[in-house]
Every structure is written in structure tokens, then in C-alpha cells.
Nanobody
Framework: QVQLVESGGGLVQAGGSLRLSCAAS????????MGWFRQAPGKEREFVAA????????YYADSVKGRFTISRDNAKNTGYLQMNSLKPEDTAVYYC??????????????????WGQGTQVTVSS
């Protein structure tokens, strides 16, 4: 079992930055793959960023590439999503997720076994 708790969301003006954190407990952090997803009102949950199973490759949705950075600190059992140059269309609930299997595909929700409760990010124009 893995428990994930996101934090760091809030209200920010367009062009601003936020750093989301995902605190993990219940299992050795380094033993699972991590990703971030988001869900805007009335829309499906969509992929934002993820590590490969080996952890040496990162993947980003085209809409956030160059603005968002995924990282992790295994010693602190915490993952991060640094979000810069935020836009109103980034407004959503952001979720971190963990997968316990080695998968090539990391961009779909069905590859993930555990989810946090989400943190709201609102970007005003």
C-alpha cells in the first residue's frame, strides 16, 4: 500500500509559479514509478508529467513542456512538480500517482495503482 498526499496548490496570477509536492508513505518511495495528472471541471483526467520506470527519463504533455518540471527526492519520500509560466488553462485539480509495475506507457491513468486526493491550482488571467 502507498499513501500519497499532495500539497502546494493555490491561486496564482498568469505567469506565476507554484511547486506541488507529493508526500508518499507506506512503501519505499524509490520502488515505484511516479506521475502527475490533472483534471479540469467537466474534463477527463489528463497526463501532465511522469518518470520512466527506471527513473532516468521524464515525459511531459505537450501543453506543459518547457514550463513544468517533475522531480523526486527519494530520501524525503517526496515527489515534486515545479510549474512556471502558468496559464489560466492550467487551472485544474492536480493529482500525483504511483505505479507499482514496470510499464512502458506512463501517460494513461490505468497504468497507476495509487492516487492522492488532489490539490487545486487556479490561475487567474
Amino acid at each position: 500500500q502507498v499513501q500519497l498526499v499532495e500539497s502546494g496548490g493555490g491561486l496564482v496570477q498568469a505567469g506565476g509559479s507554484l511547486r506541488l509536492s507529493c508526500a508518499a508513505s507506506g512503501r519505499t518511495f524509490r520502488s515505484y514509478g511516479m506521475g502527475w495528472f490533472r483534471q479540469a471541471p467537466g474534463k477527463e483526467r489528463e497526463f501532465v508529467a511522469a518518470f520512466s520506470w527506471s527513473g532516468d527519463t521524464t515525459y511531459y504533455a505537450d501543453s506543459v513542456k518547457g514550463r513544468f518540471t517533475i522531480s523526486r527526492d527519494n530520501a524525503k519520500n517526496t515527489g515534486y512538480l515545479q510549474m512556471n509560466s502558468l496559464k489560466p488553462e492550467d487551472t485544474a485539480v492536480y493529482y500525483c500517482a504511483a505505479r507499482t509495475r514496470a510499464t512502458i506507457v506512463v501517460t494513461t491513468t490505468d497504468r497507476y495503482d495509487y492516487w492522492g486526493q488532489g490539490t487545486q491550482v487556479t490561475v487567474s488571467s
